[in-house]
């Protein structure tokens, strides 16, 4: 099973958002904290548990640039790597 990592794309399951697509921004055991840029910034994470998402193991060009130099994902960046991806 593939290892559910910061910057993937994930897309929720269950909730009122269900279908919404979301980047991963933190994992903690059970749960993982998602963003989008605009309704839920990276300052105040979607909180969900593993089973409510569906991980697309792909983390987008702008986001790992990021994470490689050691810099904190921005909501500017989670918003284009998800427009690139829905368009």
Not at 36 to 52: L, S, V
Not at 64 to 79: F, M, P, Y
Request: charged content about 30%; overall charge positive.
């Amino acid at each position: 099973m593939k290892e559910l990592t910061a910057g993937m794309f994930a897309r929720s399951l269950a909730g009122h958002d269900k279908g919404k697509l979301y980047i991963v921004t933190a994992v903690d055991g059970e749960f993982v904290y998602l963003a989008d840029g605009k309704i839920r910034p990276t300052a105040n994470p979607k909180k969900k548990k593993r089973r409510h998402i569906q991980p697309e193991f792909t983390i987008p060009e702008i986001i790992s640039e990021s994470l490689a130099s050691g810099q904190v994902i921005q909501d500017e960046e989670i918003r284009k790597a998800i427009k690139t991806k829905e368009v």
